[in-house]
Each structure stands twice: as structure tokens, then as C-alpha cells.
């Protein structure tokens, strides 16, 4: 069997078709099917849905979340495109896109299809306590000094975007610290830069509290101009075939994205996932795929790697605390480990560096996700990494 480690989907034992199966019964069973269901809703979202999501994420975060600070959306991806769309414009106000260094390699797209340039990318190194503040800062101040006294600015528009995801990051599985954290939000306010958090893995924390979210450092400064959204998704949570997610941010941000024509046209009910939320099935879940995961990234990979692939040279920066990935340095490229893979039909596949590099070099890096194969599956791919290092040593 092939096993691909770059695959950062759920395995299909941890898709609950019974969950589902229950809600749907539940749901199409009301007299009001037809049209609580089936029709158009509420642009924003339905409000019983928007409170049972508050009241789940609030529980989760294990801080206050208000239904006014949310709005529904079909995904986390085209909630990204959404935000994008409606909040920049590349060809003139919005210059720059900061992108943390190495990031999610299909949001390249995302950009590219809305009008951003590659030249108008900027890298912003990755540690392991998130991305590096100080970088970002020197840039943002060489864009304002460019800018002072130039074109007139859409005051709704932003003069820039960073696109990152601060808990639990994807490859790298960094956390952003609190301190970085604060700091970056000064930083959108004095610069007029949207800062777009996909916070997709938050709630897949296995050691530790769930950070606080860069949104809600921004909900509690009432100083100036709005600028986090924090874009999350339950494709992760419960399954990507839901196509239901959320964004949170302040109530001016929510009435730009969600008055919108899309919006408006197409409405947003999610009842399905209501039941799910209101019924509270979704926490067992959850308490569930923590424990499974966690499962598979200590004793699938991490205790594999530290064993096996270490002493061959490789090495990991940092151990993640949740998410789905590990982010692996090999002792040679991987243009060579695909090379020996395929001539020893050793069936194992990895995430190449160079997909997630902005422009940081990335030749030696690769990405594995413990997300879409048990422990067994796992381990069993260690040991046909070991293989291919072995014989690229020798």
C-alpha cells in the first residue's frame, strides 16, 4: 500500500457518518423541513446556529465568544477568498501580502486568482514560537515610508495582508506566542494591515490551553480601526464534506463581508451543523479526535522519528502541540529522497519543502501529517523513510 504523508485530510474512520446520519433524521423530521432546511437563509447565518456556535467556541476556546462577532461561510478556503475579495484590492491600495515562511502552499492560489502578483509576496521567517515580529515590522516601516503622502486610501480598503496561522501552523506546527501576539495587533492598527488568522487547528490542542486568538486581543482594544479575522472551519472538527465554517472579528469587519452580494444572494443557514451544536454530540467528538490524534503523533511519528530517522541526521526544530503536521529536516535534499523512493519502490510519499516556500530555501524540508493513517500505518512509514535515508548515506 501506497502511504502518503503529505495527505492533511482526516482518515475516513474519523468522519462521524453517524453523527450525521442522527442529525439529518433529527432535522428533516420537523414539520418546518422544507423551509427551516432546504430554502435560502439568513445571509450572516441563522441566529440560533450563531448562538450555539458562540456557546461551543466559547466552551472550547475556553474564553467568551459573542454570536455579534460571528458570521457563517462555506469553508475556511473560500472564506479566505471571500475576506480577500471584499477587503483589499491588489491592483492599487493593498501593496503587500505577508506570508509566514513556510506557509500553507494553496493559499498561493487563492491570491493569485483575485489579482495578487508572486513579486508582491513577502516572506516572513517562521520560528518556533511563530513568525518573526521584528521582520515584519522593519518591512511594514519601509511600506509606510514609501507611501507617506502618496494616493488618496479607501478608508475600508487595507494597505496590506498578512495571511498566517498562528496555533499549530501548517507545515511548521509553530505557535505563535502571546507576546508576538499582542505586538501584532499593534501592528495591523498602525499600519492599516488585515491580519487573516486561519485558526483551523486551535481546538486540536493536545498538550497545553488553547491559545488565546489574535482576534480576541483585537475585540478588546477599542482603540482605532479593526483588523483580525480569525477564519475557522469545522472540516477539521467534523468533516471536510460539511462545508461550514465561521468567521469571527468586530461587528464593522462582519457587516462589510456579510452585506455583501454573495451573501445576500445565497444566504447561510447551516441547520445541519446546528443540530449537531446544539445537541452538544460535537464535544464527545472532539474529545475523541484529541485523544486519536495525539495518539498518532507521538506514538505514529514522533517517537518513530526520534528513534529512527535521528540518528540518521535529520532533525526537527520543535514538537507540536497539536494540529496535523511535523515539519522533518533530512541530512540531503529531497529531490534525492524522491529519487530513491521511486528506484527502491519504497511507496511512501512526503510533502516537498519547495510547495510551502515563499522564499525562504526549503530544499531539505518536508512535511508529514499523522492526520489520514492510524499508528500502525504510520510507523510503517517511518521505517520506509529509514530505508530510503539509510540508502542515501551510504
Given at each position: 500500500m501506497y502511504i502518503n504523508l503529505n495527505h492533511g485530510q482526516p482518515s475516513l474512520d474519523l468522519l462521524p457518518t453517524e453523527l450525521f446520519r442522527k442529525a439529518t433524521q433529527n432535522v428533516f423530521s420537523e414539520p418546518n423541513a422544507a423551509?427551516?432546511?432546504?430554502?435560502?437563509g439568513p445571509e450572516r447565518g441563522h441566529p440560533e446556529f450563531l448562538e450555539n456556535l458562540a456557546k461551543f467556541l466559547t466552551k472550547e476556546y475556553n474564553a467568551p465568544v459573542s454570536s455579534k462577532h460571528l458570521c457563517v461561510t462555506p469553508g475556511a478556503s473560500?472564506?479566505?477568498?471571500?475576506?480577500?475579495?471584499?477587503?483589499?484590492?491588489?491592483?492599487?491600495?493593498?501593496?503587500?501580502?505577508?506570508?509566514?515562511?513556510?506557509?500553507?502552499?494553496?493559499?498561493?492560489?487563492?491570491f493569485f486568482d483575485l489579482g495578487y502578483r508572486r513579486e508582491q509576496f513577502v516572506s516572513v521567517p517562521d520560528r518556533a514560537d511563530g513568525i518573526d515580529i521584528?521582520?515584519?515590522?522593519?518591512?511594514?516601516?519601509?511600506?509606510?515610508?514609501?507611501?507617506?503622502?502618496?494616493?488618496?486610501?479607501?478608508?475600508?480598503?487595507?494597505?496590506?495582508?498578512?495571511?498566517?496561522?498562528?496555533?499549530?501552523?501548517?507545515?511548521?506546527?509553530?505557535?505563535?506566542?502571546?507576546?508576538?501576539r499582542k505586538r501584532l495587533v499593534?501592528?495591523?492598527?498602525?499600519?492599516?494591515?488585515?491580519?487573516?488568522?486561519?485558526?483551523?487547528?486551535?481546538?486540536?490542542?493536545?498538550?497545553?490551553?488553547?491559545?488565546?486568538r489574535l482576534v480576541a486581543y483585537d475585540l478588546e482594544d477599542q482603540e482605532g480601526k479593526h483588523v483580525v479575522?480569525?477564519?475557522?472551519?469545522?472540516?477539521k472538527l467534523?468533516?471536510?464534506?460539511?462545508?461550514?465554517?465561521?468567521?469571527?472579528?468586530h461587528e464593522d469587519i462582519i457587516k462589510q463581508l456579510g452585506d455583501c452580494g454573495s451573501f445576500i444572494s445565497g444566504g447561510s443557514p447551516a441547520y445541519l451543523l446546528n443540530d449537531i451544536l446544539k445537541n452538544n454530540v460535537i464535544e464527545?467528538?472532539?474529545?475523541?479526535?484529541?485523544?486519536?490524534?495525539?495518539?498518532?503523533?507521538?506514538?505514529?511519528?514522533?517517537?518513530?522519528?526520534?528513534?529512527?530517522?535521528?540518528?540518521?541526521?535529520?532533525?526537527?526544530?520543535?514538537?507540536?502541540?497539536?494540529?496535523?503536521?511535523?515539519?522533518?529536516t533530512l541530512p540531503f535534499n529531497t529531490?534525492?529522497?524522491?529519487?530513491?523512493?521511486?528506484?527502491?519502490?519504497?511507496?511512501?510519499?512526503?510533502?516537498?519543502?519547495?510547495?510551502?516556500?515563499?522564499?525562504?530555501?526549503?530544499?531539505?524540508?518536508?512535511?508529514?501529517s499523522f492526520s489520514h493513517y492510524d499508528i500502525h500505518t504510520l510507523q510503517e512509514a517511518i521505517e520506509r523513510l529509514r530505508k530510503a535515508i539509510s540508502i542515501g548515506l551510504v
Open positions: 423551509k427551516d432546511i432546504l430554502q435560502y473560500l472564506s479566505l477568498q471571500h475576506i480577500i475579495s471584499i477587503l483589499t484590492r491588489p491592483q492599487t491600495q493593498t501593496r503587500h501580502i505577508y506570508l509566514q515562511d513556510p506557509t500553507y502552499f494553496l493559499v498561493f492560489d487563492i521584528d521582520v515584519l515590522e522593519e518591512h511594514l516601516k519601509q511600506q509606510y515610508r514609501e507611501q507617506a503622502g502618496g494616493r488618496d486610501r479607501d478608508p475600508m480598503i487595507f494597505d496590506s495582508v498578512l495571511y498566517c496561522v498562528p496555533t499549530h501552523a501548517n507545515p511548521t506546527g509553530s505557535v505563535l506566542s502571546d507576546e508576538k499593534k501592528l495591523g492598527k498602525e499600519y492599516n494591515m488585515l491580519v487573516i488568522c486561519d485558526d483551523v487547528y486551535d481546538i486540536l490542542t493536545y498538550e497545553g490551553p488553547v491559545p488565546k479575522i480569525s477564519n475557522g472551519t469545522f472540516s467534523l468533516a471536510p464534506g460539511a462545508r461550514v465554517g465561521w468567521i469571527e472579528t464527545h467528538h472532539v474529545q475523541f479526535l484529541r485523544k486519536e490524534l495525539s495518539a498518532r503523533l507521538n506514538a505514529g511519528l514522533w517517537d518513530p522519528i526520534q528513534k529512527y530517522l535521528i540518528p540518521l541526521g535529520c532533525s526537527v526544530s520543535f514538537k507540536p502541540k497539536g494540529g496535523y503536521f511535523i515539519w522533518l529531490k534525492k529522497l524522491t529519487k530513491i523512493i521511486k528506484e527502491n519502490d519504497l511507496q511512501v510519499g512526503v510533502g516537498d519543502g519547495e510547495l510551502f516556500n515563499v522564499k525562504k530555501p526549503a530544499e531539505c524540508d518536508i512535511r508529514l
